[in-house]
């Protein structure tokens, strides 16, 4: 999977969903947003998978690196890309130990987000 075009944010924080779903909008991408796991997790059968699942690692209920395992577990999102996202200083190997593509620290940047985007939208180096 080389293109990302849908995108699902998963974080707690409404202000940081609302913006992150209008900037990612603006840059043409189709963009869902869910406050908690399980909210999203309801109502995952209703929507297409998405390319990329952006992911707060600390979300009330089940957290960001679990959603992230199950994601990566479930057979309609196996191929899916995770980044996770979290002031955490554990996030690297949090991402890690659960399969994520990538992380980013928060507080970030739109443009350090997109450029994030870009890089996990090019070919995996061993996809051919």
Same mark, same amino acid.
């Given at each position: 999977?080389?293109?990302?075009?849908?995108?699902?944010?998963?974080?707690?924080?409404?202000?940081?969903?609302?913006? =992150?779903? /209008? #900037?990612?909008?603006?840059?043409?991408?189709?963009?869902?947003?869910?406050?908690? +796991?399980?909210? *999203?997790?309801?109502?995952?059968?209703?929507?297409?998978?998405?390319?990329?699942?952006?992911?707060?690692?600390?979300?009330?209920?089940?957290?960001?690196?679990?959603?992230?395992?199950?994601?990566?577990?479930?057979?309609?999102?196996?191929?899916?890309?995770? =980044?996770? /996202? #979290?002031?955490?200083?554990?996030?690297?190997?949090?991402?890690?130990?659960?399969? +994520?593509?990538? *992380?980013?620290?928060?507080?970030?940047?739109?443009?350090?987000?997109?450029?994030?985007?870009?890089?996990?939208?090019?070919?995996?180096?061993?996809?051919?």
């Amino acid at each position: 999977m080389n293109t990302i075009s849908r995108i699902t944010i998963i974080d707690d924080d409404r202000d940081l969903r609302n913006l =992150l779903q /209008i #900037s990612l909008g603006i840059h043409g991408f189709e963009v869902n947003s869910f406050a908690t +796991a399980e909210e *999203f997790l309801e109502q995952q059968s209703k929507l297409n998978p998405s390319d990329l699942y952006i992911i707060d690692l600390n979300l009330g209920g089940m957290t960001g690196d679990r959603l992230c395992m199950h994601l990566k577990n479930a057979a309609d999102t196996t191929g899916c890309r995770v =980044l996770l /996202i #979290s002031a955490n200083p554990e996030i690297q190997q949090l991402a890690t130990e659960s399969g +994520a593509d990538g *992380f980013i620290f928060k507080p970030f940047s739109q443009k350090e987000l997109v450029s994030r985007i870009q890089l996990l939208h090019s070919p995996k180096p061993n996809a051919r």
